[in-house]
């Protein structure tokens, strides 16, 4: 089982439509929790970073994490063809290190 | 300032050859991580170097190696390429601590022939 599993996709919404990207993961203890997003031919760039359970937003953007079920979620208002783009959910297992644990990302297709 | 920067883009290589990458990070970043991204596998970590130090390995062969200078910027080598090496290599630099948001390259293309 990997450590941190997600929806594989691939997702064709509208413009304007309410985006919902899911994760879980399977260790309780990771308690950092990030959502990247990678165009094509590019490397990912960190969009929300949460710590523990609860919500957090940033413009259209809102990450919530939900520590009592292992569920991690971003969701995306007002989705714009700009954010075609493959999601990645990541976590950090915590202690004095980077390793970066990912999903295997799911691409998302916004249609004009 | 400016972001972290990987040297070559891209690079074509047949099987039993090495590869040496290149990443300098952020400037006053001392932790470089390195990923490997493919289809199959997704975003995988191989190492991660902070002060010149290995501070944590990924599950890889002996065949992938690293290092890191005094100035921060590090190198990752992949020795006896095999068609399966073929991905998109990533690095990673953050501050000190863990917990850090880390900031990715570009990343640089390899393929095996």
């Known amino acids: 089982q990997k450590e941190v599993e997600q929806d594989p996709g691939p997702l064709s919404v509208p413009e304007g439509a309410i985006v919902s990207l899911n994760c879980t993961y399977s260790?309780?203890?990771?308690?950092?929790f990030m959502w990247y997003r990678q165009y094509s031919r590019k490397g990912p760039e960190l969009l929300m970073y949460t710590y523990s359970s609860g919500n957090k937003e940033d413009g259209r953007f809102t990450a919530q994490v939900d520590k009592s079920s292992k569920y991690i979620s971003l969701f995306i208002r007002d989705s714009q063809p700009s954010d075609s783009a493959t999601y990645l959910c990541a976590t950090l297992p915590g202690g004095a290190t980077n390793k970066l644990i990912f999903g295997t990302g799911t691409l998302l297709a916004v249609q004009p | 300032k400016a972001g972290v920067t990987q040297t070559p883009r891209y690079l074509i290589k047949t099987r039993g050859q090495q590869v040496t990458l290149s990443c300098s990070p952020i400037?006053?970043?001392?932790?470089v991580s390195w990923y490997q991204q493919t289809p199959g596998q997704g975003l995988q970590f191989l190492f991660e170097y902070f002060s010149e130090t290995q501070r944590n390995k990924g599950n890889f062969p002996g065949r992938f190696s690293g290092r890191q200078f005094s100035n921060s910027r590090s190198e990752m080598n992949v020795s006896t390429l095999e068609l399966g090496d073929s991905a998109l290599y990533l690095c990673a630099s953050s501050s000190d601590r863990g917990q850090d948001t880390q900031y990715f390259g570009p990343g640089t293309r390899l393929t095996v022939l």
């Open positions: 400037s006053g970043h001392r932790s």
């Open positions: 260790n309780s203890a990771f308690q950092y």
